[in-house]
């Protein structure tokens, strides 16, 4: 049975949270709210890490670069909870719907459906399959979304020569608020422990929630569309 490590060994120091919303230590330093955040996501990855181990099948090498990459991915693109990018398998047969959203220039982080087909999770925008959650993601992924786990559209990859099919690159969002979620339900909240951040030799420790909103993960300032001759994503 899947159980998080315990991520703390010092029991953190409570910030006080004044009328701006800023963070500070009891001796009165603030604390970046960017900090605060990067914290929280990093302490999600270690817990997703955990969950992706116990329930597929990928090599541990594999899993810490794909953690380290959402980290990367979440922080740069002001993610208030863990996001994790991927791609859809199955898409060959799925050129049609994919040249849909190509034409209609669906905007990136439109959410997308998932569907428990049975044998896997299929990914629609609107009435149509655009393909499916990777089989090696399903371990982690379908447990997790009861508990809000989403799906968002990121990107058409490919272009319209060299009988190059087009892909699709997409982000799990709200990954660390789902996985809190499931800990919480299983009654293994207590385990995740306080956030705790250093902010100097005397003073660290700050103590907030898993950092989850109902934003969605904000838009870099560039999108790549299908036909600019670059595959685009992570591959995995």
Same mark, same amino acid.
């Given at each position: 049975? &899947?159980?998080?490590?315990?991520? $703390? /060994?010092t029991?953190?120091?409570?910030?006080?949270?004044?009328?701006?919303?800023?963070?500070?230590?009891?001796?009165?330093?603030?604390?970046p709210?960017?900090?605060?955040?990067?914290?929280?996501?990093?302490?999600?990855?270690?817990?997703?890490?955990?969950?992706?181990?116990?329930?597929?099948?990928?090599?541990?090498? /594999?899993?810490?670069? %794909?953690? $380290?990459?959402?980290?990367?991915?979440?922080?740069?693109?002001?993610?208030?909870?863990?996001?994790?990018?991927?791609?859809?398998?199955?898409?060959?047969?799925?050129?049609?719907?994919?040249?849909?959203?190509?034409?209609e220039?669906?905007?990136?982080?439109?959410?997308?459906?998932?569907?428990d087909?049975?044998?896997?999770?299929?990914?629609?925008?609107?009435?149509?399959?655009?393909?499916?959650?990777?089989? %090696?993601?399903?371990?982690?992924?379908?447990?997790?979304?009861?508990?809000?786990? %989403?799906? &968002?559209?990121?990107?058409?990859?490919?272009?319209?020569?060299?009988?190059?099919?087009?892909?699709?690159?997409?982000?799990?969002?709200?990954?660390?608020?789902?996985?809190?979620?499931?800990?919480d339900?299983?009654?293994?909240?207590?385990?995740?422990?306080?956030?705790?951040?250093?902010?100097?030799?005397?003073?660290?420790?700050?103590?907030?929630?898993?950092?989850a909103? /109902?934003?969605?993960?904000?838009?870099?300032?560039?999108?790549?569309?299908?036909?600019?001759?670059?595959?685009?994503?992570?591959?995995?």
């Open positions: 049975m &899947y159980t998080t490590p315990n991520l $703390l /060994t029991p953190a120091t409570l910030t006080l949270v004044r009328d701006d919303g800023a963070h500070y230590t009891a001796s009165g330093m603030r604390v709210p960017e900090d605060i955040r990067s914290r929280e996501i990093t302490e999600q990855a270690v817990r997703w890490l955990a969950l992706a181990e116990d329930r597929t099948r990928m090599r541990r090498p /594999t899993l810490v670069a %794909k953690a $380290l990459s959402a980290v990367a991915f979440s922080v740069r693109h002001g993610a208030r909870s863990l996001a994790v990018p991927s791609k859809l398998s199955g898409t060959s047969g799925r050129q049609r719907a994919l040249w849909t959203m190509v034409r220039h669906v905007s990136p982080w439109t959410e997308l459906s998932l569907d087909t049975g044998g896997g999770l299929a990914v629609r925008y609107g009435d149509d399959v655009l393909g499916e959650v990777q089989p %090696k993601h399903l371990g982690w992924a379908r447990p997790l979304v009861p508990f809000g786990l %989403k799906l &968002y559209f990121c990107r058409v990859t490919g272009h319209d020569y060299d009988a190059y099919t087009l892909g699709c690159n997409v982000v799990f969002g709200y990954v660390g608020q789902a996985l809190d979620r499931l800990l339900a299983l009654g293994e909240g207590a385990l995740r422990g306080p956030v705790r951040l250093a902010v100097s030799a005397g003073d660290s420790g700050v103590t907030s929630g898993d950092g909103s /109902t934003e969605a993960v904000p838009a870099p300032s560039e999108a790549t569309p299908a036909g600019a001759g670059s595959r685009g994503g992570d591959g995995a």
